[in-house]
């Protein structure tokens, strides 16, 4: 059961102790209360396919990718690994070396709903950032079209006053107020390429002081449910599925599904079969499907093979 937060827990966070290990014990025992919040959600908050979203928590030590210093604890909700190994390719492509150095966690690359405990306040809200292309893109694509975005800002316009839309520093009111212009020239914004060592987030956020979390120790855990409750349409009108495809994902995926399938083997090249009736024979292959046959000629016969059983010789 959730216990509620303390004012230990907010001095966790405290500026002198974000780079030093000696209160990584203090950090630790805010992250396992935020575990068992995380667990009290768990089947609540799900994607639009259906699949419940994966819960994890922030490092509690200085790392390389918090800078060597936790300002903050946080609780992520988003797509499950295996939906996100299916994008990653994609994404990362876009991503250069130093910010993939800089910040290897998923977090910067997926949509993702959070609850973040600082020094003075709790704050749940969806955080998108520059180098979510994937969703980025297909939110963008979607707002471009008119009922499409009519759809989003009505979604906006459910939520309470109390939730601010931001890019970077920038506050842009109450996200219930945004309109359909003022939306698309934010993500214009976001998609601006960023330079050295720079981060910009998309966020649309509800925070509770510090002063209210701790006087309202009992019910926090209610507010922060109904909160994310809130914001769960949201998540699932911008998050990427093979449903919810408006930038052809779909075919990117089937392209590299079938490149893995055929092993970098093509036409004409020379093969020597390592398995099955054939093996030791040496051919030429006449053609691979996408799903990764071959049909190989030895001689003037052909046979047909999976590209696994071939090995690719000198040409």
Same mark, same amino acid.
């Given at each position: 059961m959730?216990p509620?937060?303390t004012?230990?827990?907010?001095?966790?966070y405290?500026?002198n102790?974000?780079r030093?290990?000696? #209160?990584?014990r203090e950090?630790?025992e805010?992250?396992?209360?935020?575990?068992?919040l995380?667990?009290?959600?768990?089947g609540?908050? /799900?994607s639009e396919?259906?699949?419940?979203l994966?819960?994890e928590?922030s490092?509690?030590?200085?790392?390389l990718w918090?800078?060597k210093?936790v300002?903050?604890q946080?609780?992520f909700?988003?797509r499950?690994?295996s939906a996100?190994?299916?994008?990653?390719?994609?994404i990362t492509?876009? @991503?250069?070396l130093?910010?993939?150095?800089? +910040?290897?966690?998923?977090? @910067?690359?997926?949509v #993702?709903?959070?609850i973040r405990?600082? =020094?003075?306040q709790?704050?749940?809200?969806?955080?998108l950032?520059?180098?979510?292309?994937?969703?980025?893109q297909?939110?963008?694509?979607?707002?471009a079209e008119? &009922?499409?975005s009519d759809? $989003?800002?009505?979604?906006l316009s459910?939520l309470d006053?109390?939730?601010?839309l931001?890019l970077?520093?920038?506050?842009?009111?109450?996200?219930?107020?945004l309109?359909a212009?003022a939306?698309r020239?934010?993500?214009?914004?976001l998609?601006?390429?960023?330079?050295?060592?720079?981060?910009? &987030?998309?966020?649309?956020?509800r925070? $509770?002081d510090?002063?209210?979390?701790?006087?309202?120790?009992?019910?926090i855990?209610?507010?922060i449910?109904a909160?994310?409750?809130?914001?769960?349409?949201?998540?699932? #009108?911008?998050?990427?599925s093979?449903?919810?495809d408006?930038?052809? !994902?779909?075919?990117?995926?089937?392209?590299?599904?079938?490149t893995?399938?055929? /092993?970098?083997?093509a036409?004409?090249?020379?093969?020597? !079969?390592?398995?099955?009736?054939?093996?030791? @024979?040496?051919?030429?292959?006449?053609?691979?499907? +996408?799903?990764?046959?071959?049909?190989?000629?030895?001689?003037?016969?052909?046979?047909? =093979?999976?590209?696994?059983?071939?090995?690719k010789?000198g040409?």
């Open positions: 959730f509620g937060f004012d230990r827990d907010f001095d966790a405290a500026r102790k974000w030093s290990n000696a #209160f990584n950090r630790l805010v992250k396992q209360k935020l575990g068992e995380g667990k009290s959600l768990t609540q908050l /799900r396919d259906g699949s419940p994966l819960c928590a490092a509690e030590h200085p790392a918090n800078q210093q300002d903050s946080q609780l909700f988003s499950n690994e996100r190994r299916e994008l990653d390719t994609i492509r876009g @991503r250069s130093a910010s993939l150095i800089e +910040d290897p966690s998923p977090q @910067r690359s997926h #993702f709903l959070s405990l600082s =020094v003075d709790l704050v749940v809200g969806l955080r950032h520059t180098d979510a292309t994937v969703d980025r297909n939110l963008t694509r979607k707002v008119q &009922w499409l759809q $989003f800002i009505d979604l459910t006053q109390s939730y601010v931001s970077g520093d920038t506050n842009h009111g109450s996200a219930k107020t309109d212009d939306l020239l934010i993500l214009v914004e998609a601006e390429p960023l330079g050295p060592n720079q981060s910009r &987030w998309l966020t649309i956020a925070t $509770f510090r002063a209210h979390t701790l006087a309202a120790s009992e019910t855990s209610d507010d449910r909160s994310l409750l809130a914001l769960l349409p949201v998540y699932q #009108f911008v998050a990427w093979r449903d919810n408006h930038i052809s !994902i779909r075919d990117q995926l089937r392209q590299q599904t079938a893995k399938q055929k /092993r970098g083997l036409k004409n090249d020379k093969v020597r !079969i390592v398995s099955g009736m054939f093996a030791g @024979r040496n051919g030429v292959v006449h053609d691979v499907s +996408d799903k990764g046959v071959l049909r190989v000629l030895v001689g003037n016969l052909p046979v047909v =093979v999976k590209a696994n059983e071939v090995e010789q040409q």
